[in-house]
């Protein structure tokens, strides 16, 4: 399983972005996509996150200005990001568990990450 993010760059404190993130290989289900972001010199910690049924979870940091969403049919999630802000400069990494096999126990998989930055 593979995922590949997309979608980050740099934009003006208040501005928008677009995140995706597509999974690709053989699997039997994705039943958690999500979000994590590290800043430099600091942890990585979590976004968001979609569960298989579309519960969502977000962090307090960024409730009310980000949107979690997913395509099933592309394996593909999505993180609207908007009234951005120069704390939000982090790289940001998709993640996806993934079952492999109908009585298969769950893997965790990642995207590369993606840069987003946030300056005037």
């Known amino acids: 399983v593979q995922l590949q993010a997309s979608g980050g760059g740099l934009v003006q404190p208040g501005g928008s972005l677009r995140l995706s993130c597509a999974a690709s290989?053989?699997?039997?289900?994705?039943?958690?996509m999500g979000w994590y972001r590290q800043a430099p010199g600091k942890q990585r910690e979590l976004v968001a996150t979609i569960a298989r049924g579309g519960i969502t979870n977000y962090a307090d940091s960024v409730k009310g200005r980000f949107t979690i969403s997913k395509d099933n049919a592309k394996s593909t999630e999505y993180l609207q990001m908007n009234s951005l802000k120069p704390e939000d400069t982090a790289v940001y990494y998709c993640?996806?568990?993934?079952?492999?096999?109908?009585?298969?126990?769950?893997?965790?998989?990642w995207g590369q990450g993606t840069l987003v930055t946030v300056s005037s």
């Open positions: 290989g053989s699997f039997f289900s994705i039943n958690r």
């Open positions: 993640n996806a568990l993934v079952r492999l096999s109908f009585t298969g126990i769950e893997n965790d998989y």
